[in-house]
């Protein structure tokens, strides 16, 4: 069965450092999504694409977080500098198209910030 | 301001019994709900959904209720089985232009007793 990749699926590191996440959604999805899920919260969506163009990025916050997907395959998603507020599960979830209401999200990364 | 409110935290039942989870909502324009499943260390794996013109969906053991006027769904699981403890979460889609994403509620914790 196909999945969504994310890699790496643990990190820690310090705070002011930079950092980055990649996600590879399954095969012939258009929409890609990355989403926050802090402990004890439902996950919050922080950028939508649509193939290679953002669709959605009004709740990421742009001064430190930047999302790309040039190809419009994988995903990278990343955080410079990190803050100790940072700290949570990044989980991409991909759908074949915007108007399909199911998303298939991968196993997620925990980003420790110390 | 949430849009999609989980009020019970947690929920234990006994192995064999049913398990009801609810989800209440305030957008009327969310079309589809959703509910997915997450074990720790994983990413939300999709349960069950029903569409807004619905007011019930079965398959298998879980069956979703929808009461639009309300502003209120739940989930059922008979018979609940150990394997079902998880943290579930209630999802709803707002669709429009370019809005497909997904509203989280913060998610019930099931415990199944054996």
């Known amino acids: 069965e196909a999945e969504v990749a994310q890699s790496p699926r643990y990190k820690i590191t310090e705070k002011s450092q930079a950092v980055a996440f990649w996600c590879d959604p399954i095969?012939?999805?258009?929409?890609l999504y990355w989403y926050r899920q802090i402990l004890g919260q439902g996950p919050e969506l922080l950028v939508q694409?649509?193939?290679?163009?953002?669709?959605?990025d009004s709740q990421l916050p742009k001064d430190r977080f930047s999302a790309e997907r040039l190809k419009g395959v994988d995903s990278t998603l990343k955080i410079q500098p990190a803050e100790l507020g940072d700290s949570a599960m990044y989980l991409c979830?991909?759908?074949?198209?915007?108007?399909?209401?199911?998303?298939?999200f991968g196993p997620g990364t925990r980003l420790t910030v110390t | 301001d949430q849009q999609v409110k989980q009020n019970s935290p947690s929920l234990s039942v006994q192995e064999g019994r049913i398990s009801i989870l609810n989800c209440d909502y305030t957008?009327?324009?969310?079309?589809?709900f959703l509910w997915y499943k997450k074990y720790p260390a994983e990413g939300p794996t999709f349960l069950i959904s029903?569409?807004?013109?619905?007011d019930k969906n079965e398959d298998g053991r879980f069956t979703v209720f929808l009461n639009k006027s309300a502003k209120h769904l739940s989930l059922h699981i008979v018979p609940s089985q150990p394997g079902d403890s998880a943290v579930y979460f209630c999802?709803?889609?707002?669709?429009?232009?370019?809005?497909?994403?997904?509203?989280f509620g913060k998610g019930t914790k099931l415990s199944v007793k054996p």
């Open positions: 095969s012939g999805h258009a929409t």
């Open positions: 999802a709803a889609r707002v669709y429009g232009g370019s809005q497909g994403n997904l509203i």
């Open positions: 694409f649509q193939d290679e163009s953002v669709v959605d």
């Open positions: 979830a991909s759908s074949p198209g915007q108007a399909s209401y199911e998303q298939y």
């Open positions: 029903i569409s807004s013109i619905k």
């Open positions: 957008n009327s324009m969310f079309d589809y």
